[in-house]
Structures are given as C-alpha cells and as structure tokens.
C-alpha cells in the first residue's frame, strides 16, 4: 500500500490508486471498474497457449463473442485496442479502388475519416452535428448519388453519448448493397444490437467499454456475406491480415501470440454473461441509465444527445463550465467523470454506466452534482 502511494504522485488522477484505495468512484466511459473475481484471474501465471486445452478455450470464445454480436459468421480477436480493429475492418475490406461514406457525429466519427486519409481510401463524409440524430433521407439520398461500396459508423458516438439507429440505417444501406461497418465499441452489452438482424457485415468491440475487462482485446465480427468478401481479398497487413485469425481459430489458436490473461478474463466474463443471459445484461445498464437520468432531471444538466445509449449518459452543464464540474467532482468529492471530447470539452460531461458499479456510488454521484448545482446558482446571484 504505501509503495504504491509514493508510485502514483497524482491521486486524483491515478485509476490504479483510486481502484487500490476503494474511495474513489469511477464513471469514465472505458476503461471502467471491474468485477474482483476476473480482477483476480489476470493476477495468476499464464498457461502455454499452443495446447489442446487452451484451442478448447478459445473455442468456447468464439461461441460467446458470436452470442454477444448475434451473428452466425466468425470473430476474429486481436490483441490490440479497439482502435485497431477498426484499422483491421478498414484495410481488409476497403482500399484506392473503393468509396466510402463516413458518418462523422463526433471524435470516434472522425477517427473513421482519419483511417480513410491514411489508408487512401477515398471518402465522403456525412457530417452530423454533435449530439444530432442522422437525417435518414439524408443518407438515402447521398448513397443514391454517390455509388458507395461501404457506410462507416459507430453505433455510439462516446464524445456525444449519441446512439445511432443501427436498424433502420441498416435497412437503407442494404437496398444500396454497400458493405455496412459499424463500431460497436461502446453499445454492444449496453443497447440491444443484433448484427444479421439489423444488415451489418463488418462489427467492432473491444475488451474496455460495457465487456467491462481491462483493454486490449479488440474483435472484428463478420457476417457470412463478409466471411465470404474476405476470401476474395488480397492482405496488405500481416499483423491484421484477417483471413490468417478466421484460419487459425479454427484449430482454436491465433496466429501470433494472444493475451493469455486478458483470453482467460474474457472467458469467464463471456460465462458469465451467458448465466445471466445478455438480454439481462442490456436491462441492467438501461436501468442505471435511467435512473441516473431520472435523479438529475431537476438539475441544470441537460441530456445531450437525442437518442441515447445506454451506456452513458452525456450531460449539458447550463450556466457551468464543464471543464470545472469535472476538477470539482475529482477534488471534493474523488469522483471521476470524463470531460466533453474535442469541441464538447467546456461543454458537456459525460458519465458511464458501463462496468462494477455500486448503485450507492451513483446516489452519491447525483447528490454531489446537486450540491455543485446548488453553489453554481447561489454565485450567480
Ligand atoms: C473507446 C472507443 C474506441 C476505441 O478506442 P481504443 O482506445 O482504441 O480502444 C473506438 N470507438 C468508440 C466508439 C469507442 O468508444
């Protein structure tokens, strides 16, 4: 204990002190608290990874990780954070020759952009404003004109909190037979997602977000119809070349050494999200959202996004800036909040609801921003 005090300097923005020291209550969207028991499977020494017994667990993965997106295609896992994945979905299946629409709400919008330029993959971009919801004649009339082969979008926009209709986009985007890619990053366990049910071909998820597992696992799931576009493509990486994962897990391996420890915290996580079936998981976090929402509603914090996810809630501070309710929740009260991304910084907060959270945390999370209210209105007078 008190090595570790003189190791983090700055407690108040040390995730390892405030996990170790237990006070501290953290709300950041990813990565979030959790639970001790898979805390306590990433503590023990690691088992050789080419055996029999570890392709039997890998297996048992790949059968979780397609209940969670609702596919009858494959996953491939990666040891990489989500953002790599996003990377792998791109280069694998776009490239000079094709066209891309990229719906840009927010940071996590803009990163696709950003993908694109480096990868020279010709794009468009269908910019929404932040918090906004997609105009759907919109869309349908840009992909009549434009001859797209893929739409990119993240199914939520964490700077915004904002959750897209990955249904109806999808019905749309399937009429124009382009491939549909979407970063689900920070909706799947959180919001209802079927990935053959809603037209996606392409899904992303990493380990950090509503998995509630420390980072560094991220997935790529395909649908059938992309199963079968990859084997018509050339790899241009070898690291994320995807055809070589979908080979290798078929014997239950990969091909490069994966996180042992993370595979095996997945592994549980994945058995314990099969006990409590996912349905149930999705109404937990739906539940806390709406409390949270509920108990803050007389306050001068607005829900920001039109359509939220239920992951997290981002807030408006009316009269406050944001910037200061974030240091004032972290330095009177040892809370940590995530600040507004990008242009939302002095704006907005953003409060997740994703990971081992303690409902008495929460209660004391609301009454902290009412006391902050409370203040923000009495010196304005
Ligand atoms: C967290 C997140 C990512 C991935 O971020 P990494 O830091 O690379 O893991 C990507 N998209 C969305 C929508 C996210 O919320």
Redesign the pocket.
């Known amino acids: 204990m008190s090595s570790s005090l003189t190791r983090f300097k700055s407690p108040h923005t040390s995730f390892a002190h405030a996990v170790e020291f237990g006070d501290w209550k953290v709300f950041v ?2 990565p979030v608290p959790i639970e001790s028991h898979l805390l306590a499977i990433g503590n023990q020494q690691l088992p050789y990874n080419r055996t029999e017994a570890f392709s039997e667990i890998t297996h048992e993965i790949q059968l979780g990780l397609l209940q969670l997106f609702q596919t009858e295609g494959s996953v491939a896992l990666l040891t990489a ?4 994945a ?1 990377e792998a979905a791109a280069i694998n299946f776009l490239d000079v020759s094709t066209k891309v629409l990229v719906v840009n709400g927010g940071t ?1 919008g803009q ?1 696709w952009s950003d993908l694109c330029t480096v990868h020279s993959i010709p794009f468009e971009e269908l910019c929404v404003p932040p918090g906004a919801d997609i105009d759907l004649s919109q869309l349908e009339s840009i992909l009549l004109k434009g001859r797209f082969s893929a739409l990119l979008i ?5 700077s915004t909190g904002h959750l897209y209709d990955i249904e109806a986009i999808g019905k749309i985007v399937r009429t124009h037979g382009c491939l549909f890619v979407v ?1 689900a ?2 909706s799947i366990c959180a919001d209802p997602f079927t990935m053959d049910a809603w037209g996606v071909d392409v899904c ?1 998820l ?1 380990s ?2 509503a998995l509630a597992l420390p ?1 560094g696992l ?1 997935f790529v799931a395909l649908n059938r119809r992309s199963v079968a576009l990859l084997e018509k493509r050339k790899p241009k990486s070898l690291y994320f070349n995807l055809k070589d994962y979908l080979a290798n897990q078929l014997r239950g391996q990969s091909p490069y050494t994966p996180a042992i420890g993370l595979m095996l915290q997945l592994h549980q996580r994945l058995a314990d999200i099969q006990s409590q079936t996912l349905p149930v998981l999705v109404a937990q976090h739906k539940q806390r959202a709406e409390h949270f929402r509920h108990a803050i509603q007389d306050l001068a914090f607005a829900v920001f996004p039109s359509r939220c996810s239920n992951a997290m809630t981002a807030l408006a501070c009316e009269g406050m800036d944001a910037g200061q309710v974030v240091e004032r929740l972290r330095d009177h009260y040892r809370i940590i909040v995530a600040p507004g991304a990008g242009s939302l910084k002095s704006k907005t907060i953003r409060v997740a609801h994703m990971g081992a959270q303690n409902p008495n945390d929460v209660g004391f999370l609301t009454q902290a921003l009412a006391e902050i209210n409370a203040t923000s209105r009495r010196t304005k007078r």
């Open positions: 969207p990813g954070s989500g953002t790599a996003m996590f990163r993240n199914a939520h926009e964490t970063d990053i920070s992303i990493s950090q977000k980072p991220s």
